[in-house]
T-cell receptor, first 111, second 114 residues
Framework: GENVEQHPSTLSVQEGDSAVIKCTYS??????FPWYKQELGKGPQLIIDIRSNVGEKKDQRIAVTLNKTAKHFSLHITETQPEDSAVYFC??????????WGAGTKLIIKP | KAGVTQTPRYLIKTRGQQVTLSCSPISGHRSVSWYQQTPGQGLQFLFEYFSETQRNKGNFPGRFSGRQFSNSRSEMNVSTLELGDSALYLC?????????????FGPGTRLTVL
């Protein structure tokens, strides 16, 4: 069945630096890859997603890249700010429009 | 537009008891999914309801059940609680059950089983 691996589990970066989180998936037919951000005490919130017909998508300081051949996709955050501190989850599609989720990455922005 | 609400926010129960959690989706959303979140395990899918019917079910024992009402509000029940059921239970709603639309999550119910 589908499997999603997310790395690293914890990432600590200096404010202003870039952060990269990577996920690998197993089902080559997968075609939708969202990233969610979960702040303390809140539920996850969609921050960006990509479909398999494009290789990269940007939204201000965040971007997602997709390598279908290698079956991995990555979240890139540039010019990190304190409000970027959160847990980030990737996901990949299962049947019936459900998602399978990565284990999460705790991003820490050091001042 | 109001977001997804979950009640209660915190619960403490003892082993063997049962618990019911409630979720009110965003107005107009007919799909409600439930997830269990534990440290290091990410989000584990429990089940999805759409128009009062269970559409999908994750790999959880029968002690976990749910239902959806005609106004799309949903409840999740866990019977015969075990220590391992301690977790954050999240519900998420989306407009349609037949596409990869954005899911909108509630803040969760933190369940502690003693």
């Amino acid at each position: 069945g589908e499997n999603v691996e997310q790395h690293p589990s914890t990432l600590s970066v200096q404010e202003g630096d870039s952060a990269v989180i990577k996920c690998t998936y197993s089902d080559s037919a997968s075609n939708y890859f969202p990233w969610y951000k979960q702040e303390l005490g809140k539920g996850p919130q969609l921050i960006i997603d990509i479909r398999s017909n494009v290789g990269e998508k940007k939204d201000q300081r965040i971007a997602v890249t997709l390598n279908k051949t290698a079956k991995h996709f990555s979240l890139h955050i540039t010019e990190t700010q304190p409000e970027d501190s959160a847990v980030y989850f990737c996901a990949a599609p299962l049947e019936s429009y459900q998602l399978i989720w990565g284990a999460g990455t705790k991003l820490i922005i050091k001042p | 537009k109001a977001g997804v609400t979950q009640t209660p926010r915190y619960l403490i129960k003892t082993r063997g008891q049962q618990v019911t959690l409630s979720c009110s989706p965003i107005s107009g959303h007919r799909s409600v999914s439930w997830y269990q979140q534990t440290p290091g395990q990410g989000l584990q899918f429990l089940f999805e309801y759409f128009s009062e019917t269970q559409r999908n079910k994750g790999n959880f024992p029968g002690r976990f059940s749910g239902r959806q009402f005609s106004n799309s509000r949903s409840e999740m029940n866990v019977s015969t609680l075990e220590l391992g059921d301690s977790a954050l239970y999240l519900c998420a709603s989306k407009a349609s059950g037949v596409s990869y639309n954005e899911q909108f999550f509630g803040p969760g119910t933190r369940l502690t089983v003693l």
